[in-house]
T-cell receptor
Framework: AQSVTQPDIHITVSEGASLELRCNYS??????LFWYVQSPGQGLQLLLK??????LVQGIKGFEAEFKRSQSSFNLRKPSVHWSDAAEYFC???????????FGAGTRLAVHP | DTEVTQTPKHLVMGMTNKKSLKCEQH?????MYWYKQKAKKPPELMFV???????INESVPSRFSPECPNSSLLNLHLHALQPEDSALYLC???????????FGPGTRLTVL
């Protein structure tokens, strides 16, 4: 069965520091992978996606993610975090004919000034 | 227009009320979704409409009744809800078969 694991429930970083959020997936075929961000009480915003091709994908707001098939991972990175990046981040895999997203439990990011 | 809109933003209802949540998109997407999200949890899929036909129902109780009047609109009719149904209800759409989903801002529902 498809699944997504985000090992870190909470992460705290200082403003200006680099960030890496981890995501591991379980999926039999080539996955469609996504990172979404959610600010409190808001909807989810798509940060970036991986379908095929270049394994390093660029997204909005300066985020990037790298697909590593051998590690079943799709980690999200940002070189320098801003206070406005504080939010909940969800990794997701497209499944079951791709009309279904399987979400990880989420990682809550706090940013210290 | 690249937005998914949802109305109302907030809704408070009693357990005997009937209310509806509305979702609209004008991106030409042919798949639309309802999710339920409890605090500090990921969204849980409830229903999927593809080309205006219900394609996935994740064993949702019958007190939730979805409707897709046309390719741009999605409704969720609510009746006899329970306090545990209080949550953020999110609508999303996608350009079937492309899988990336675009979410609306949600409706915060409180059942008293």
């Amino acid at each position: 069965a498809q699944s997504v694991t985000q090992p870190d429930i909470h992460i705290t970083v200082s403003e200006g520091a680099s960030l890496e959020l981890r995501c591991n997936y379980s999926y039999g075929a080539t996955p469609y992978l996504f990172w979404y961000v959610q600010s409190p009480g808001q909807g989810l915003q798509l940060l970036l996606k991986y379908f095929s091709g270049d394994t390093l994908v660029q997204g909005i707001k300066g985020f990037e993610a790298e697909f590593k098939r051998s590690q079943s991972s799709f980690n999200l990175r940002k070189p320098s975090v801003h206070w406005s990046d504080a939010a909940e981040y969800f990794c997701a895999v497209g499944a079951d004919g791709y009309n279904k997203l399987i979400f990880g439990a989420g990682t809550r990011l706090a940013v210290h000034p | 227009d690249t937005e998914v809109t949802q109305t109302p933003k907030h809704l408070v209802m009693g357990m005997t009320n009937k209310k509806s949540l509305k979702c609209e998109q004008h991106m030409g997407h042919r798949a639309m979704y309802w999710y339920k999200q409890k605090a500090k949890k990921p969204p849980e899929l409830m229903f999927v409409y593809s080309y205006e036909k219900l394609s996935i129902n994740e064993s949702v109780p019958s007190r939730f009744s979805p409707e897709c009047p046309n390719s741009s609109l999605l409704n969720l009719h609510l009746h006899a809800l329970q306090p545990e149904d209080s949550a953020l209800y999110l609508c999303a759409s996608s350009q079937d078969p492309r899988p990336e989903q675009f979410f609306g801002p949600g409706t915060r529902l409180t059942v008293l």
